[in-house]
């Protein structure tokens, strides 16, 4: 099992940026699929972008896209989230998620059973 702790997050302006990162500790940090998930006020969470580990490619919700971008360096053990022109509608609090999905589950918090504690990401209009 790996265990997930999120940094990074703050209050920003719209239009501005911020980089999460998700570091991982415990073992086979690259066999895992790494994913990143938000929750707003009031809301469900929604999945925000995932990095599949069968394909080594990046997925993201339409929302995020083009404006969002997941990575992940293995020998850090690490997954960021690197987020430009935010927008007041980012405002969520972030998790980092690890599992083993198959793809078309890729996009659903049940797929995933490690998640870090979250980091409050507040964009401000």
């Known amino acids: 099992q790996v265990q997930l702790v999120e940094t990074g997050g703050g209050l920003v302006q719209a239009g501005d940026s911020l980089t999460l990162s998700c570091a991982a500790t415990g073992q086979s940090f690259s066999s895992y699929t790494l994913a990143w998930f938000r929750q707003a006020p009031g809301k469900d969470r929604e999945f925000v972008a995932a990095?599949?580990?069968?394909?080594?490619?990046?997925y993201y919700a339409d929302s995020v896209k083009g404006r969002f971008t997941i990575s992940r360096d293995n020998a850090k053990n690490t997954v960021y989230l690197q987020m430009t022109n935010l927008q007041p509608e980012d405002t969520a609090v972030y998790y980092c998620?690890?599992?083993?999905?198959?793809?078309?589950?890729?996009?659903?918090?049940?797929?995933?059973?490690?998640w870090g504690q979250g980091t409050q990401v507040t964009v401000s209009s």
């Open positions: 990095f599949f580990r069968n394909n080594n490619r990046a």
């Open positions: 998620a690890s599992g083993r999905p198959i793809l078309s589950s890729l996009r659903y918090e049940t797929s995933y059973y490690s």
